[in-house]
């Protein structure tokens, strides 16, 4: 039997762990309303396992501050380039850039540029309300969709009067999230997680800190264990190189993948800030949220973010439901004497469990994933901007082609890749 239509193509970039989880249940959501899509790209694990075609795993050059990004800037250029020749020979029904907007916004503008007819969604607007607010005029003149996680990213662009089309999707944690019971927690022994990130640069940060502070705490209450969540197997691999090169003076685990079940079982989180904070307010476990960046990174940072704090379920509640121990704050006497305190006061972990409930209520909505996959299904089914037969002819895109690496380093500067990760997650 011939098919009466061809196969929808699409092409998904994502260079994080968060974005890799995002666009894997994204892959589904789109499957389960076009069987037959096809997926090609740049993402993770999970992305491919969901079966997107991967170019590479854009997540093991996952890096987030100024000095990192320049660090890395030839092989993320010479990725850049590959992913751009990719889109132009693929021509996919859509390309969807899942968050990483350092790296995703000027591929955004180059695909714009060489290809103006093809139909672009980014996905998880990047932090405009918190510093360079200036991406949004980049992100109209770039892209045909906006797909948000938080009801008040929507609001931020229509109160600028964006002429951008943007649509609230909701997060997709709440497509991972059982409707189980909590699990009761035994008496005896209480599970700490320590989450010291998923980027490999922010684990070496943070990860010594951690450590001395659980060595600090265990040596106080016998009762306490840890545990250290990886998103993915590669990312077991280097935490455990971590493990031998800083020693172990505590009883810690580790566990691949399954977050929210793991963390549904501790009793305390301390975390790097991004997702996993999310995740511990969306099971009601108690957090401390710790962060430390490159000296140079958190200084440009201190100039240009306008937002009062870096965990996203205290910017929803607009007050520090979770203590925030940065920079310089942040010492393994700190960490472990915040955390004792926390888990010797019942009452105050109780009354964060409910403020961080509180906080999620208003978006604590399944379905994020199918959402997004229908306004993505939607924009793939409307003609073209400019078909190649019209304004664009082939022999003009041809020619963009012929152009080479030249036209699109121009763009992808290594200003360009480090902007937006002088400010961190």
Known sequence: MTRSHPRKKFYLVAGEPSGDTLGALLIEALRRQEPEAVFRGAGGPKMAAAGQRQTVDLTKHAVVGLVEVLRHYPELRKLFHRLVREVEAARPDAVVLIDYPGFNLRLARVLRRRLPWIRIVFYVSPQVWAWKSGRAELLSESVDELLVLFPFEKEWYAQRGSSLSVSWVGHPLWDRLLSNEMPTLPPDRQTIALLPGSRESEIQRHLPLLLGAAAQMQKQREDLDFLWIVPDLRREAFARAQLALYGLECSLRLRVGY???????????????????????????????????????????????????????????????????????????????????????????????????????????????????????????????????????????????????????????????????????
């Open 259 to 425: 977050p929210l079940s793991h963390l549904s079982r501790c009793r305390l989180a301390l975390l790097c800030s991004g997702s996993a904070s999310l995740e511990c307010a969306a099971v009601g476990t108690p957090q401390i949220l710790v962060y430390k960046a490159n000296p140079i990174t958190y200084t440009v940072a201190k100039r240009v973010v306008r937002v009062r704090f870096l965990s996203m379920v205290n910017l929803l509640a607009d007050s520090e439901i979770i203590p925030e121990l940065v920079q310089e704050r942040l010492s393994p006497d700190e960490i472990a004497h915040a955390a004792l305190r926390l888990l010797a006061n019942s009452v105050e972990r109780a009354r964060m469990v409910e403020a961080m409930g509180a906080a999620l209520r208003p978006i604590a909505e399944p379905g994020a994933s199918a959402r997004a996959a229908s306004r993505i299904l939607a924009l793939a089914a409307r003609p073209r901007k400019t078909e190649e037969t019209g304004e664009t002819k082939k022999s003009t895109v041809d020619g963009r082609v012929r152009q080479g690496a030249r036209e699109v380093g121009e763009e992808s500067t290594a200003g360009s890749f480090a902007s937006d990760a002088a400010a961190g997650p």
